[in-house]
């Protein structure tokens, strides 16, 4: 029987612009590129005789770049299920299907801004700065989300914030909970990870003190409750997401 010679493994995510530049991810025994919707990974057979869970492996490694972005953009995605294809030296494919359906929802795209000095130099960039943030903040999402339970809850809570906008401040104040229970109460996350009082009673006040819909004691406000804002959403949103990235970097520096 002719010898398999290559294992490829492809994963589709909607939208497929989720990611503004590819992504290429090569190691001993495997490489993966990320770009226009498709995850697409080549594996060398006796690698994955080796390692039989490269394939959740190589799965939690993408969902973890989606959900870096996720974090930074609010934006939802889907990703499928791997479909593998096993290549031979006489040049045919076994093709294995695993099909799941996929759910797409709008939303706006960054509108972004490069300012120039009267030399004409570019002296500001919003969507490189942006870039370059998003590759170190999906660089350090694939590193530890999978060794570190905090950085894993705290992700998850924001997936489901953006999956459930009718709870989407209880599931934000989940990851301010997170960081609590981390470093033993709030006292010590605020110290390890730099933040104010004003900073980290952001959350705290919109999920649990103003009358907002999406909050967490909406008994406490009977016929008071009205839908959060959203420029309110907006500030809970980036308030989480800060946290997200300060406990990246306490991680970063341990």
Not at 49 to 68: D, G
Not at 133 to 161: E, H, I, N
Request: proline share 4%; with cysteine.
């Amino acid at each position: 029987m002719p010898e398999v010679v290559e294992i490829q493994l492809e994963w589709k995510y909607k939208p497929e612009s989720y990611f503004e530049e590819p992504i290429h991810i090569k190691d001993e025994g495997f490489e993966v590129s990320i770009s226009n919707g498709i995850a697409f990974a080549k594996i060398d057979p006796s690698f994955q005789s080796k390692n039989p869970e490269i394939k959740e492996y190589l799965t939690r490694c993408i969902e973890s770049r989606l959900q870096a972005v996720q974090i930074m953009s609010h934006r939802d995605f889907t990703l499928s299920k791997p479909s593998r294809s096993d290549l031979r030296d006489d040049g045919t494919k076994n093709i294995f299907l695993e099909v799941e359906p996929i759910v797409m929802k709008v939303s706006l795209r960054t509108v972004d801004l490069m300012v120039r000095d009267k030399d004409g130099n570019i002296a500001s960039d919003t969507k490189q700065e942006r870039l370059d943030k998003q590759k170190w903040f999906s660089g350090a999402v694939a590193k530890y989300r999978g060794v570190d339970g905090t950085l894993d809850r705290m992700l998850k809570s924001y997936q489901v914030a953006v999956k459930d906008p009718n709870n989407e401040l209880v599931h934000l104040y989940e990851i301010r909970d997170a960081l609590s229970s981390r470093f033993g109460n709030k006292k010590n996350a605020m110290k390890h990870l730099s933040i104010s009082n004003k900073e980290w009673d952001i959350i705290g006040n919109l999920a649990n003190l103003q009358p907002l819909e999406e909050g967490r004691h909406r008994g406490k406000a009977a016929g008071r409750l009205r839908p959060a804002e959203n420029h309110e959403l907006e500030k809970a949103r980036k308030s989480v997401s800060n946290m997200v990235e300060k406990y990246l970097f306490f991680l970063e520096a341990k």
